[in-house]
């Protein structure tokens, strides 16, 4: 395998790969009254087909970014989209909840695919493009999601929901076709080749397994009952053995260590704090578009509109993204973060006190694609340039790994607030709706002013966020 960079088709191949990771998204929040509906199951009973998609996502990302590292980049990807495309087939000719579940849970994966694709980009790109091609795929599930949702909405509105998994598959087996012919083949003669930690693996499995599942039970076993706190205990005791593993292992699943840099736990923190914001405003967001106007809230849209409420996010999103690559050459990546939390905070805002009319929810979903965009362009840069080539993969998934917890603390406290505020129409109260939405409001204002108590009080030292990648220069 030649050690030259790849051809300018690359970038857009890893990027329709990535966009796997938004089309399974957008197969869950807008889809369970309908999969509740037409399987005969509660609508919390129904979650689960987030909840479990989450986890196990949760789970593959390190998994897979740490093997991305490795030197077989392409056929980790291959292998991935593969189980993903299983997994939508699965979904599609369920006969019942449980097999659905299966289905769902295989494409988790799908979550694992961004980092891997960062670390092609990685290796492969030429070095003057890297940094903008990291932003790009970061930023390429948020600008997904708001295409994969009207998308999902159309063909759902227009057919059966599994109907919209059967284009969850045609699109994974294009992307298939598309790594096939364009990624470089492997193996990569320069990356290491150190054995895999599976000691870290299945202790951050557990501990992670166990956080998330006393998350989501918590609102139906009650959150001071002995299930609840013994699951947290549990959860909490594995992940300090892991995290005392990992400080020891001399080839960690994640390093940790790397976190000692300020800009790598900056963008950590971040990501865990937006990534809850972020999943209160869209499941509420959808949520307010499909309720019937009765509940006060409700704009009453049909599923085949209601997945056109998120199109503004990727619009917001991919012009993000475009200004990021104009600014990274002027303004320092650890500016950008408080920018876009600024941003994601004010959409909170407005959708906190303005969310019955259907032009405020979509100009939230705008103001909140340009935070989205923003802050996620800029976290795995900030951390490419901190850490060593050989560690980016397993760096940048424990970002998404941080992500997806954080969507899921996000999706539980949903849940939770929801249940407390339930109407005899079994849709929750407007109460209910306004309390989830600020709590989000709250969560982005925190991060957005940690964040710039840190930018202000941090001395100025050198622009690192202007400066080329002289790290990756030089591994190159």
Known sequence: MSGSAAGPRLIPALVYAALSTAIVSSLGMLLVPSVSHEMGVSVSTAQWMLTLNLLVGAIATPVMGRLSDGPHKKRLLLVSLAII???????????????????????????????????????????????????????????????????????????????????????????????????????????????????????????????????????????????????????????????????????????????????????????????????IGLSISSLVAQAPVSTGYGIALPVFWAGFVMFPLSVGSFGANRLVRRLARRIRLATLLPIGAGMMTASGILLWTAHTRLWEILIGMLVFGFGMGTSYAAMPALIARSVATAELGSSVSFNQVLRTVGSSFGTAVSGAVLAAHMSPDLHPDGAGISLTLGIGAILCMAVFVALLVRTLTKPSGHAQGSQPDQQSAGTR
Do not use: C, K
């Not at 470089?184 to 397994?209: K, M, Q």
């Not at 909490?236 to 790397?258: D, K, Y």
């Open 85 to 279: 495309l299983l997994g939508s087939i699965i979904a599609a000719v369920a006969p019942n909840f449980t097999v659905f579940l299966i289905g769902r849970a295989l494409q988790g994966l799908s979550y694992g695919i961004v980092p891997v694709t960062i670390a092609l980009a990685r290796r492969y790109v030429a070095a003057e493009r890297v940094q903008f091609s990291i932003s790009s795929l970061s930023v390429t599930v948020s600008t997904g999601i708001g295409i994969g949702y009207p998308l999902t909405g159309i063909i759902a509105g227009l057919f059966h929901f599994q109907f919209a998994f059967w284009f969850a598959a045609l699109f994974v087996l294009t992307a298939m076709v598309v790594v096939f012919r364009l990624v470089p083949a492997g193996p990569d003669d320069r990356a290491p080749r150190t054995p895999f930690d599976y000691a870290g693996a299945s202790l951050l499995g557990l501990g992670l397994g166990a956080l998330l599942l006393a998350v989501s039970e918590g609102p139906a076993w009650g959150w001071g009952s002995p299930w609840t706190i013994g699951t947290f205990i549990i959860a909490v005791f594995i992940l300090t053995v892991w995290v005392m593993a990992e400080l020891r292992t001399q080839h960690p699943l994640i390093n940790l260590r790397v976190l000692r840099h300020g800009e790598v736990l900056l963008a950590n923190a971040t990501a865990a704090g937006l990534g809850a914001a972020m999943y």
